[in-house]
């Protein structure tokens, strides 16, 4: 499984960007699919994540009610859309894909089987 990440960019604090993920290959071993940041000198840390088959979700505490992740399964693409932007959500956004995926293994970096490039979200104050 291939996975391309596109939608990163800077944009000003208080304002909206959309990620997307397509997943190439053999698409059907997925499960869940989930989007991870990377900050520098913190570790990486889930973001989103969203279940293959009945869409359901997991958020951290630190984005619930500015961000949304969506799937489109014909597409077999993941999208995640960013509002309310602040400073402190810089950084590297990465997608990730996983086989076996639980909703408790969701935040888990090593449960993924599969990682996109990372795409580069800078939120200027």
């Known amino acids: 499984v291939q996975l391309q990440a596109s939608g990163g960019g800077l944009v000003q604090s208080g304002g909206s960007l959309r990620l997307s993920c397509a997943a190439s290959g053999r698409t059907f071993s997925i499960n869940a699919m989930g989007w991870f940041r990377q900050a520098p000198g913190k570790e990486r840390e889930l973001i989103a994540a969203i279940t293959w088959a009945d869409g359901r979700t997991v958020y951290p505490d630190s984005v619930k009610g500015r961000f949304t992740i969506s799937r489109d399964t014909a597409k077999n693409t993941v999208f995640l859309q960013m509002n309310s932007l602040r400073p402190e959500d810089t950084a590297v956004y990465y997608c990730?894909?996983?086989?076996?995926?639980?909703?408790?293994?969701?935040?888990?970096?090593?449960?993924?089987?599969?990682w996109g490039q990372g795409t580069l979200v800078t939120v200027s104050s």
């Open positions: 990730a894909a996983g086989k076996f995926l639980q909703i408790r293994t969701m935040s888990i970096v090593s449960s993924y089987d599969y």
